[in-house]
């Protein structure tokens, strides 16, 4: 049986009558730009995770590229955005002239730590973005307080977290800005790009719609250089249709990922990442030496709601990785590593110096472990048993 790794046809087509007649309201509409369909979209996404203000945008990177812009983020500032996550993180500070700084990861859940990043804080750090990396929330409190000792700005990255909560709060909403992405891979993905910004100060959000449209206000005048980052009406009306099912989508994730795991911890050489080891203390990875364990299961914080973006295996030992990748892929199960080349390592980023670099073993350490497989709300049980019986196979 094939497993692909995502199946965005088995989410939307069921889907295809209200989607049609959501794209021929549009049509006959006549309203291509903005509008009433992007209005109403901004109000549900802001109502769902709890902020005053929506804005959609072209893509999840223009989000990010928006709220630095909107936060005054430029040449001679620093900002610190972990080195285990995807490019538009970095990429999107260094459109701005800004220089990303790179930070570690925790090998628990993968996300910044926050430790390491409170050592690399210089009088040049202006902002801080912490990625909700695979569909779990960063350590926000820990965030917040660094931020708040130093002055930072804090916008969340929860292009793969939309819906996800910390301590009962919605990720997005806890710093200055939180930006999403409807990429068709993600939780809540569209038909072709789109992302979404979101804001509960007044100023800022305000600040950010003008951004949106070239800097200016009224329109042909130009008090700010801006851009085109507007979301299309068209996509908007497609996602309202989706949205209304996303609570059954992240449960059914959920309800995957609950499945793998208590299936596959069963196994020999499986263990669960250990929250107790979170926080990089200094033997952080340790414990996995003397487990002897061969692959580690992903696990949420007691504190998060995670909603499973990603259900990522660290596949222990050297080569360990490509072999089991190598299994799968031979067996037509879909997988792909997240990620194999962490920022600090790609050329692109070799003009930042050796403090911005350095002290990133445990994300390097991580882009050589990381596998990730179909965790998709459509898989069937079948699909899900087929998976597990593969891995089982493989360590076997
Ligand atoms: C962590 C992270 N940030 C930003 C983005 C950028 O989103 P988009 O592809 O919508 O530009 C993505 C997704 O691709 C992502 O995974």
Redesign the pocket.
């Known amino acids: 049986m094939k497993v692909p790794l995502l199946d965005v046809n088995a989410q939307n087509l069921p889907l295809e009558s209200e989607l049609t007649a959501a794209f021929t309201n549009v049509l006959r509409s006549g309203q291509f730009i903005m509008g009433p369909e992007c209005e109403a979209l901004e109000k549900e996404i802001a109502g769902m995770v709890e902020c005053k203000h929506g804005i959609g945008c072209s893509?999840?990177?223009?989000a990010?590229l928006l709220a630095l812009m909107a936060l005054g983020i430029g040449p001679g500032d620093e900002v610190l955005v972990p080195t285990f996550?995807?490019f538009?993180?970095a990429g999107c500070v260094a459109r701005t002239g800004a220089t990303p700084v790179f930070v570690d990861a925790c090998p628990v859940c993968f996300n910044i730590d926050t430790g390491k990043a409170a050592a690399k804080v210089t009088s040049k750090t202006k902002a801080i973005i912490p990625?909700h990396?695979f569909g779990q929330s960063a350590d926000m409190d820990a965030v917040m307080a660094l931020a708040r000792e130093h002055n930072l700005f804090v916008i969340e990255?929860g292009?793969?977290a939309i819906g996800a909560k910390y301590k009962g709060r919605p990720v997005g909403s806890i710093g200055h800005f939180g930006?999403y992405?409807?990429?068709p891979s993600?939780n809540l993905g569209g038909f072709g790009?789109?992302?979404f910004l979101v804001a509960n100060d007044d100023a800022l959000a305000e600040h950010a719609r003008i951004l949106r449209t070239h800097g200016s206000k009224p329109k042909y005048y130009h008090k700010f250089v801006g851009a085109n980052f507007r979301l299309d009406p068209l996509q908007a009306a497609l996602l309202r249709v989706k949205l209304r099912r996303y609570a059954e989508y992240t449960e059914k994730r959920q309800a995957n990922a609950a499945y793998y795991t208590e299936k596959l911890r069963g196994l020999p050489g499986v263990v669960t990442a250990d929250p107790a080891h979170c926080k990089c203390a200094a033997s952080q990875d340790s414990w996995i030496e003397g487990s002897r364990a061969k692959l580690v299961l992903p696990a949420p914080y007691a504190h998060n709601e995670h909603i499973w973006n990603q259900y990522t295996l660290r596949v222990i030992g050297d080569g360990r990785r490509d072999a089991l990748k190598k299994h799968l892929s031979d067996n037509h199960i879909g997988n792909e590593i997240y990620y194999p080349v962490t920022m600090d390592q790609q050329e692109c980023f070799q003009y930042t110096n050796d403090f911005c670099r350095r002290d990133c073993d445990t994300a390097h350490r991580l882009a050589g472990e990381a596998l990730s497989i179909p965790i998709y709300p459509e898989l069937s049980k079948e699909q899900k048993d087929t998976v597990i019986a593969q891995i089982a196979a493989w360590l076997a």
């Open positions: 893509s999840g990177t223009d990010i996550t995807f538009a993180t990625v990396l990255d292009a793969q930006t992405s409807f990429f993600k790009d789109g992302g």
